[in-house]
T-cell receptor, first 112, second 113 residues
Framework: KQEVTQIPAALSVPEGENLVLNCSFT??????LQWFRQDPGKGLTSLLL?????REQTSGRLNASLDKSSGRSTLYIAASQPGDSATYLC???????????FGAGTTVTVRA | DVKVTQSSRYLVKRTGEKVFLECVQDMDHENMFWYRQDPGLGLRLIYFSYDVKMKEKGDIPEGYSVSREKKERFSLILESASTNQTSMYLC????????????FGPGTRLTVL
């Protein structure tokens, strides 16, 4: 069974600081990994999808890296803004399965 | 942009009622999913559909059924709602299994009294 862990559970930073969010998974036989953002009481917004053959993906201020052999992914958010305050979840799809295994998320607060 | 919509943002029902949650996607996606999200338990997959009239059970299908009569619409049915089905319900879709970036709807907060 794939276990996905996100540490820390919560993070508070001043505006302008770079954010580093971690995701680890126990089974390295993955198909891809997806990062999501969730605002309170809302659905999930897809941020980045990294295929197992890729090392990183970038979109604007967001950069996600993937180290499949060590079972880790990191989401970097450059120059954080108060609007980045949200919960960030990672989800992993195993190679032999269509299902996503989700982490519990990291709740980020960016202080103005 | 992919748009996934859900019929209600908030819903209050009584124990024993039959409840329908509707989800519609506008991008001709093959796959559709229903999850529930609970504090401390994260997102859990209830049911999955990979084509019209096709469905597969997820991790927690008990007490739920689904219907997919048209490609764009996936319904979650609570045959007899119970208080332990109070939750946030999230629908998602993806283009196909080989490219399964999932796009989520806004969620339905269901309260069963």
């Amino acid at each position: 069974k794939q276990e996905v862990t996100q540490i820390p559970a919560a993070l508070s930073v001043p505006e302008g600081e770079n954010l580093v969010l971690n995701c680890s998974f126990t089974d390295s036989a993955i198909y891809n990994l997806q990062w999501f953002r969730q605002d309170p009481g809302k659905g999930l917004t897809s941020l980045l999808l990294i295929q197992s053959s890729q090392r990183e993906q970038t979109s604007g201020r967001l950069n996600a890296s993937l180290d499949k052999s060590s079972g880790r992914s990191t989401l970097y958010i450059a120059a954080s803004q108060p609007g980045d305050s949200a919960t960030y979840l990672c989800a992993v799809r195993r190679s032999n399965d269509y299902k996503l295994s989700f982490g519990a998320g990291t709740t980020v607060t960016v202080r103005a | 942009d992919v748009k996934v919509t859900q019929s209600s943002r908030y819903l209050v029902k009584r124990t024993g009622e039959k409840v329908f949650l509707e989800c519609v996607q506008d991008m001709d996606h093959e796959n559709m999913f229903w999850y529930r999200q609970d504090p401390g338990l994260g997102l859990r997959l209830i049911y999955f559909s990979y084509d019209v009239k096709m469905k597969e059970k997820g991790d927690i299908p008990e007490g739920y059924s689904v219907s997919r009569e048209k490609k764009e619409r996936f319904s979650l049915i609570l045959e007899s709602a119970s208080t332990n089905q109070t939750s946030m319900y999230l629908c998602a879709s993806s283009l196909r299994l080989a490219r399964n970036e999932q796009f989520f709807g806004p969620g339905t907060r269901l309260t069963v009294l």
